[in-house]
C-alpha cells in the first residue's frame, strides 16, 4: 500500500485546511485508515481514524473541529480540519492498516500561525 498525503500550508488561528491521504496498490481489505501528527519535540499521536466500515475516531484534542471521510472510489481519505489553533501545528502523517501490517505516507505540514 502507497499513501500520498497532500494539502498542508499555512493558515491564521481559526482558518480550515483539507488534507488528502490518496491510496494506491494492494488497497483491498484495507481495515482502517487515518491521520497521526508530531509537533516539533513532541511524540506522535493519533488525529483521526476511519475503519472500513465508516466508525471514526478522533483524539478529545480535534472533537468538533476535524472530520475525517473517505472516498471509496477514489482510495482516498480527507481530513477536513476547521477552527484551526497554534497547537495543532505539526506534521501530518497518514496511515493505513491492513491485517497487522501499519502503512505511513510522507507527512504533510500544517502550520497555524497566531
Known amino acids: 500500500v502507497q499513501l500520498q498525503a497532500s494539502g498542508g500550508g499555512l493558515v491564521q488561528a481559526g482558518g480550515s485546511l483539507r488534507l488528502s491521504c490518496a491510496a494506491s496498490?494492494?488497497?483491498?481489505?484495507?481495515?482502517?485508515i487515518g491521520w497521526y501528527r508530531q509537533a516539533p519535540g513532541k511524540q506522535r499521536e493519533s488525529v483521526a481514524v476511519?475503519?472500513?466500515?465508516?466508525?471514526?475516531y478522533y483524539d478529545d484534542s480535534v472533537k468538533g473541529r476535524f472530520t475525517i471521510s473517505r472516498d471509496n472510489a477514489k482510495n482516498t481519505v480527507y481530513l477536513q480540519m476547521n477552527s484551526l489553533k497554534p497547537e495543532d501545528t505539526a506534521v501530518y502523517y497518514c496511515?493505513?492498516?491492513?491485517?497487522?501490517?501499519?502503512?505511513w505516507g510522507q507527512g504533510t505540514l500544517v502550520t497555524v500561525s497566531s
Open positions: 496498490g494492494s488497497t483491498f481489505s484495507i481495515n482502517a
Open positions: 496511515f493505513s492498516v491492513k491485517g497487522s501490517d501499519w502503512y
Open positions: 476511519i475503519s472500513s466500515g465508516g466508525n471514526t
